[in-house]
């Protein structure tokens, strides 16, 4: 069983930056897959990013060079670096934990925060 918290949203400008952070349980934080989804009421969750226990990363072609997903297996923390917000980047921001497949399809992921608020305004 895997505990995630996100933390880290909140209002901002258009062309501020956030940076999310997930802290998870366990003690086999470092062999997860971990992702970064964001959902819009009346949307589906859409995939945004995930590193890989091996640290490869993928990014949804829509936020590629405007964030940057990480992880720090020491903190059992994986972080999202958002810059360059636009009021489109409004939304709730779940991170989710995976041990088998890594991939940018919600479907994949056993494990969910309650997710963080992101807001941008104009």
């Known amino acids: 069983q895997v505990r995630l918290v996100e933390s880290g949203g909140g209002s901002v400008q258009a062309g501020g930056s956030l940076r999310l952070a997930c802290e998870g349980s366990g003690s086999i934080f470092g062999r997860y897959c971990m992702g970064w989804f964001r959902q819009v009421p009346g949307k589906e969750r859409q995939g945004i990013a995930t590193?890989?226990?091996?640290?490869?990363?993928d990014y949804a072609p829509s936020v590629e060079g405007r964030f940057t997903i990480s992880r720090d297996n020491t903190k059992n923390t994986m972080y999202l670096q958002i810059n360059n917000l636009k009021p489109e980047d409004t939304a709730m921001y779940f991170c989710?934990?995976?041990?088998?497949?890594?991939?940018?399809?919600?479907?994949?992921?056993?494990?969910w925060g309650q997710g963080t608020q992101v807001t941008v305004s104009s």
């Open positions: 989710a934990a995976d041990s088998w497949r890594c991939s940018l399809v919600p479907a994949n992921f056993a494990y």
């Open positions: 590193i890989a226990d091996n640290m490869r990363t």
